[in-house]
């Protein structure tokens, strides 16, 4: 692989990803703001409580955090602020957007680092596993399981866990306790439903992949010639036969992240009480918060496009007839 | 021989003492006795599958967790305990009212501090009013509180410095519930600090002070920890609390309000007893009562709920006509709604003051839905007398329309709410049974705001509002809508938003002009005599009871539990009044 080839293909990849992220800031910005829907719409539930004319109050809300202008001009004065760094004010969590996504992040990474760790690492184990033992009792068992881990929906497992080892047993706390210290083995303890919950339908899916995969692979001529060579089994499977079948894995479990940064860790976030960044999107949209939609809109976009171009790289590395000179 | 006299004196004394009578006991005065306070310990985790607050500078905020999460840290001037008896805060002594009712005489108590020692004074409530919330740069939320009808003009009440703990607020109107609606709930800002901010809303909305609360020094029973938003709000025992210095109080060394995203995951916290308190749903409430180490409290709450009838001209022309809208309240069970739907826990609502405000009366209010006034033949006779039914040969009654179509009616309702959902397929069984066909439509709120209440003349250039005047409709043609309501137990008289003519909130189109009045007169100087004020409220409930511009359903009561070591609760409408006071129990 020519190394100015790549360089060349990681430099266009990246404007892209500007100019998408460009637009991505416009489409979102326009949506959220020509929408019926105001920040201040929210208040009347507690107008009625309060019984306060609600005009007035909305008035003064959308006054407050400039709301009133123009779109255009909102937008402008957006995309000005950007420029300068200021991602902007949340109406509905009284801080600097920049200030809650930094609080928050932490929350959700973990989660989702550690659910993608356990998925893969469990998955394409028991995958090639499965492949290498294909129509014995435990090829059956790990399909049966897979198949079962991909029927349930994260929200049913996570309240059914609770209810157990929370519960019953009173091995786990029902909630995720943000005071624990990130890196303890408390902390680790306390995610272990969590990363369970969200971690078991994918790994399900990968483990369905890497078998379907890994078969594919050992039907081919060079594991024969491999085989043929005389090389032990275990070296066959594990330098010949995985290198080849992990490729098509990783751009699903890429594919993944992206879905789980997108939204897919929230019911998890919420079922547990953790405060990642997927309640924190959920209820700046219900809030119609836009400075913070935006913000999360363009992160997650800047995960898959980001998470793609890692890809792309690691396949000329796992593949070396891959080239983007 | 010395050693033997000794023993025979000993011995002889002993004699003596045992043969003697005891001498008497010289009473001493008992120790002055000491009042036991309980023990401060523990963290209480109250939990909550709400929403978060927006902002712990209050002045900011239009939401009632905000409002919540600050008064944890600063009390107001008084608050009321479950009978509504009035108990001083940062009041010194009660509020002096002028014999015409236009005169606050307010005093605070001389031993406030903010948290750098200033003193509190009545300076800083002066500020607070004239420079901050009547402020055009600040934009308080909710300035109406503060704000009169003069001669057609909306005007601010004038306020105006004593002396250091005093200062006097002047109205030119009167108005007996203004002291329930703005002056108990009064709480400053310390003038020396907002003072940097002022005019600034930039800087105001995010100065630290007030972000963090960093100011309440001695205000109230905890101070500002942390703040995690969506997840937890915790604040910690306040040592310098202005009310326990003489009890000790508050209790607890920590107080965290834990945010859940489903109910079901904080039913679970209750249950593994990771959280102390929460409230529960009426389905749940069997379950809990019977678990040992949980109580539960069933309590009346300020909400109602109810089936809003369209009297603007885009609803059923029918439900312009009185009887008609009677005919539909006599023919919803009130009873079993409240048993079924609500599962027990409720009681049938005539109209908008719940019954344990002092204002509440059933005398002379038509009960429709309930008793004699439940009954579906009678409202098919009072349909047929307003023209919209047919006596058949065998004397049954068939309903229709003046045209002798069906009758389909449009109720509409917001999407993610069971209850919601059970009060609308309800009203449809109950309706379909007198041959009314009630078609429903589930929306998201945003939508039901804009399209269903928001209204304007047609053709006008007005911009959309909730109240445009009598000719005004929705964008969506509507005939039923179900809603859930509040009413403050103690000044009812803001709920004139929904039910006079102009009310600012009177989405429905709803006008009676005594009803008008009336609410006026709740307002005035008469009322300043609580007896005629009752007999208003009294007349008010009559007539909107008989108008059934809404049928009013029911007043729901609520359910909270306690891990039952948590003692010192007051359960009432107002449970939280003396949560300084809550502690646990030695195990």
């Given at each position: 692989?020519?190394?100015?080839?790549?360089?060349?293909?990681?430099?266009?990849?990246?404007?892209?990803?500007?100019?998408i992220?460009?637009?991505?800031?416009?489409?979102?910005?326009?949506?959220?703001?020509?929408?019926?829907?105001?920040?201040?719409?929210?208040?009347?539930?507690?107008?009625?409580?309060?019984?306060?004319?609600?005009?007035?109050?909305?008035?003064?809300?959308?006054?407050?955090?400039?709301?009133?202008?123009p779109?255009y001009?909102?937008?402008?004065?957006?995309?000005?602020?950007?420029?300068r760094?200021?991602?902007?004010?949340?109406?509905?969590?009284?801080?600097?957007?920049?200030?809650?996504?930094?609080?928050?992040?932490?929350?959700?990474?973990?989660l989702?680092?550690?659910s993608?760790?356990?998925?893969?690492?469990?998955?394409?184990?028991?995958?090639?596993?499965?492949?290498?033992?294909?129509?014995?009792?435990?090829?059956?068992?790990?399909?049966?399981?897979?198949?079962?881990?991909?029927?349930?929906?994260?929200?049913?497992?996570?309240?059914?866990?609770?209810?157990?080892?929370?519960?019953?047993?009173?091995?786990?706390?029902?909630?995720?306790?943000?005071?624990?210290?990130?890196?303890?083995?408390?902390?680790?303890?306390?995610?272990?439903?969590?990363?369970?919950?969200?971690?078991?339908?994918?790994?399900?899916?990968?483990?369905?992949?890497a078998?379907?995969?890994?078969?594919?692979?050992?039907?081919?001529?060079?594991?024969?010639?491999a085989?043929?060579?005389?090389?032990?089994?275990?070296?066959?499977?594990?330098?010949?036969?995985?290198?080849?079948?992990?490729l098509?894995?990783?751009?699903?479990?890429?594919?993944?992240?992206?879905?789980?940064?997108?939204?897919?860790?929230?019911?998890?976030?919420?079922?547990?009480?953790?405060?990642?960044?997927?309640?924190?999107s959920?209820?700046?949209?219900?809030?119609?918060?836009?400075?913070?939609?935006?913000?999360?809109?363009?992160?997650?976009?800047?995960?898959?496009?980001?998470?793609?171009?890692?890809?792309?790289?690691?396949?000329?590395w796992?593949?070396?007839?891959?080239?983007?000179? | 021989?010395?050693?033997?006299?000794?023993?025979?004196?000993?011995?002889?004394?002993?004699?003596?003492?045992?043969?003697?009578?005891?001498?008497?006991?010289?009473?001493?005065?008992?120790?002055?006795?000491?009042?036991?306070?309980?023990?401060?310990?523990?963290?209480?985790?109250?939990?909550?599958?709400?929403?978060?607050?927006?902002?712990?500078?209050?002045?900011?905020?239009?939401?009632?967790?905000?409002?919540?999460?600050?008064?944890?840290?600063?009390?107001?001037?008084?608050?009321?305990?479950?009978?509504?008896?009035?108990?001083?805060?940062?009041?010194?002594?009660?509020?002096?009212?002028?014999?015409?009712?236009?005169?606050?005489?307010?005093?605070?108590?001389?031993?406030?501090?903010?948290?750098?020692?200033?003193?509190?004074?009545?300076?800083?409530?002066?500020?607070?009013?004239?420079?901050?919330?009547?402020?055009?740069?600040?934009?308080?939320?909710?300035?109406?509180?503060?704000?009169?009808?003069?001669?057609?003009?909306?005007?601010?009440?004038?306020?105006?410095?004593?002396?250091?703990?005093?200062?006097?607020?002047?109205?030119?109107?009167?108005?007996?519930?203004?002291?329930?609606?703005?002056?108990?709930?009064?709480?400053?800002?310390?003038?020396?600090?907002?003072?940097?901010?002022?005019?600034?809303?930039?800087?105001?909305?995010?100065?630290?002070?007030?972000?963090?609360?960093?100011?309440?020094?001695?205000?109230?029973?905890?101070?500002?920890?942390?703040?995690?938003?969506?997840?937890?709000?915790v604040?910690?025992r306040?040592?310098?609390?202005?009310?326990?210095?003489l009890?000790?109080?508050?209790?607890?060394?920590?107080?965290?309000?834990?945010?859940?995203?489903?109910s079901?995951?904080?039913?679970?916290?209750?249950?593994?007893?990771?959280?102390?308190?929460?409230?529960?749903?009426?389905?749940?409430?069997a379950?809990?009562?019977?678990?040992?180490?949980?109580?539960?409290?069933?309590?009346?709450?300020?909400?109602?709920?109810?089936?809003?009838?369209?009297?603007?001209?885009?609803?059923?022309?029918?439900?312009?006509?009185?009887?008609?809208?009677?005919?539909?309240?006599m023919?919803?069970?009130?009873?079993?709604?409240?048993?079924?739907?609500?599962?027990?826990?409720?009681?049938?609502?005539?109209?908008?003051?719940p019954?344990?405000?002092?204002?509440?009366?059933?005398?002379?209010?038509?009960?429709?839905?309930?008793?004699?006034?439940?009954?579906?033949?009678?409202?098919?006779?009072?349909?047929?007398?307003?023209?919209?039914?047919?006596?058949?040969g065998?004397?049954?009654?068939?309903?229709?329309?003046?045209?002798?179509?069906?009758?389909?009616?449009?109720?509409?309702?917001?999407t993610?709410?069971?209850?919601?959902?059970?009060?609308?397929?309800?009203?449809?069984?109950?309706?379909?049974?007198?041959?009314i066909?009630?078609?429903?439509?589930?929306?998201?709120?945003?939508?039901?705001?804009?399209?269903?209440?928001?209204?304007?003349?047609?053709?006008?250039?007005?911009?959309?509002?909730?109240?445009?005047?009598?000719?005004a409709?929705?964008?969506?043609?509507?005939?039923?809508?179900?809603?859930?309501?509040n009413?403050?137990?103690?000044?009812?008289?803001?709920?004139?938003?929904?039910?006079?003519?102009?009310?600012?909130?009177?989405?429905?189109?709803?006008?009676?002009?005594?009803?008008?009045?009336?609410?006026?007169?709740?307002?005035?100087?008469?009322?300043?005599?609580?007896?005629?004020?009752?007999?208003?409220?009294?007349?008010?409930?009559?007539?909107?009871?008989?108008?059934?511009?809404?049928?009013?359903?029911?007043?729901?009561?609520?359910?909270?539990?306690?891990?039952?070591?948590?003692?010192?609760?007051?359960?009432?409408?107002?449970?939280?009044?003396?949560?300084?006071?809550?502690?646990?129990?030695?195990?």
């Open positions: 692989m020519k190394r100015g080839g790549l360089q060349n293909y990681i430099i266009r990849r990246l404007f892209y990803a500007f100019l992220a460009f637009g991505v800031v416009t489409i979102t910005f326009i949506l959220l703001r020509i929408g019926p829907s105001s920040p201040a719409d929210k208040y009347l539930a507690n107008i009625s409580a309060r019984t306060q004319d609600p005009s007035q109050v909305i008035e003064a809300v959308e006054s407050r955090y400039g709301l009133d202008k779109i001009e909102q937008y402008f004065n957006y995309l000005v602020n950007l420029a760094g200021d991602w902007g004010w949340s109406f509905s969590t009284s801080m600097p957007v920049i200030e809650l996504i930094k609080r928050h992040w932490i929350y959700s990474f973990q989702i680092l550690l993608m760790l356990f998925a893969s690492s469990l998955g394409i184990l028991i995958g090639i596993y499965s492949a290498v033992k294909q129509y014995t009792r435990t090829d059956y068992i790990a399909t049966f399981f897979s198949f079962i881990g991909i029927s349930i929906p994260n929200f049913w497992l996570g309240i059914m866990l609770i209810l157990v080892f929370s519960v019953q047993l009173g091995w786990f706390k029902t909630y995720y306790d943000t005071g624990l210290p990130m890196f303890s083995l408390a902390n680790l303890k306390a995610l272990i439903l969590p990363v369970i919950t969200l971690g078991t339908g994918m790994m399900a899916g990968y483990t369905r992949y078998r379907s995969s890994t078969l594919d692979n050992l039907r081919k001529d060079f594991v024969k010639t085989r043929a060579k005389g090389l032990p089994e275990h070296v066959v499977i594990g330098k010949h036969v995985l290198r080849n079948a992990i098509p894995i990783i751009t699903i479990i890429m594919f993944d992240l992206a879905g789980v940064v997108f939204g897919g860790a929230y019911l998890t976030e919420i079922i547990f009480g953790i405060p990642g960044l997927g309640r924190v959920f209820n700046a949209i219900f809030a119609n918060d836009y400075p913070v939609v935006i913000t999360i809109t363009l992160i997650g976009a800047m995960v898959v496009l980001l998470t793609n171009l890692a890809t792309d790289i690691v396949y000329t796992l593949d070396p007839r891959i080239r983007y000179d | 021989m010395k050693r033997l006299a000794i023993l025979i004196i000993v011995f002889i004394a002993l004699l003596t003492s045992c043969a003697a009578p005891q001498p008497a006991p010289i009473p001493r005065p008992e120790p002055p006795a000491q009042k036991a306070y309980p023990e401060v310990k523990g963290v209480f985790i109250e939990g909550t599958s709400g929403g978060d607050a927006e902002t712990l500078n209050w002045l900011l905020a239009a939401d009632a967790t905000s409002f919540s999460y600050a008064g944890q840290c600063i009390d107001s001037l008084a608050t009321y305990d479950n009978d509504w008896n009035v108990h001083l805060r940062h009041l010194a002594k009660p509020v002096e009212i002028s014999d015409d009712g236009l005169v606050y005489t307010i005093t605070i108590r001389d031993d406030l501090k903010w948290t750098d020692g200033t003193p509190v004074t009545a300076e800083d409530y002066v500020y607070t009013l004239k420079n901050l919330m009547f402020s055009d740069w600040l934009n308080y939320t909710y300035q109406t509180d503060w704000q009169e009808e003069v001669e057609g003009e909306t005007v601010f009440v004038e306020v105006e410095l004593v002396d250091e703990t005093t200062f006097v607020i002047r109205r030119q109107t009167a108005d007996p519930e203004f002291i329930d609606n703005a002056i108990y709930s009064l709480t400053p800002y310390p003038k020396h600090i907002a003072i940097k901010y002022e005019g600034d809303l930039e800087a105001f909305t995010e100065a630290e002070e007030f972000n963090n609360l960093t100011y309440t020094g001695s205000l109230g029973p905890y101070r500002f920890k942390e703040w995690i938003r969506n997840d937890k709000y604040v910690e306040n040592p310098d609390f202005y009310l326990g210095q009890t000790g109080a508050p209790y607890f060394t920590e107080y965290v309000t834990k945010l859940f995203g489903t079901a995951a904080m039913l679970a916290a209750l249950e593994a007893g990771d959280i102390h308190h929460c409230g529960i749903e009426p389905e749940q409430v379950k809990f009562k019977q678990m040992e180490g949980i109580k539960v409290y069933t309590v009346p709450t300020r909400a109602y709920d109810l089936i809003v009838y369209n009297l603007r001209p885009n609803g059923w022309e029918g439900l312009q006509n009185k009887a008609v809208r009677q005919a539909l309240s023919s919803i069970d009130k009873q079993t709604f409240i048993d079924q739907i609500r599962y027990g826990f409720a009681d049938p609502a005539f109209s908008f003051i019954m344990p405000s002092p204002w509440y009366t059933e005398e002379g209010v038509s009960k429709f839905g309930i008793g004699d006034l439940y009954d579906k033949e009678k409202a098919k006779e009072m349909l047929l007398e307003a023209g919209y039914g047919t006596r058949e065998d004397g049954s009654i068939s309903i229709h329309d003046k045209d002798g179509q069906p009758i389909k009616l449009t109720l509409v309702t917001t993610g709410s069971k209850l919601t959902e059970d009060i609308t397929l309800f009203v449809k069984q109950e309706l379909g049974e007198i041959g066909e009630v078609d429903f439509k589930l929306m998201p709120w945003p939508t039901q705001l804009r399209q269903y209440m928001m209204n304007k003349v047609p053709g006008s250039d007005q911009e959309p509002n909730y109240n445009n005047g009598p000719d409709v929705s964008e969506e043609p509507w005939d039923m809508m179900v809603l859930a309501f009413t403050h137990p103690i000044a009812p008289s803001g709920s004139r938003v929904f039910f006079i003519t102009d009310g600012g909130l009177n989405f429905w189109g709803y006008s009676n002009e005594r009803v008008d009045e009336l609410f006026t007169g709740v307002r005035s100087k008469e009322a300043i005599d609580p007896e005629v004020r009752k007999q208003m409220y009294a007349e008010i409930s009559q007539l909107i009871a008989e108008d059934q511009p809404a049928d009013f359903l029911s007043f729901p009561r609520s359910n909270s539990a306690f891990q039952a070591n948590v003692e010192g609760i007051d359960p009432g409408m107002r449970m939280g009044w003396n949560y300084h006071k809550w502690y646990f129990a030695e195990p």
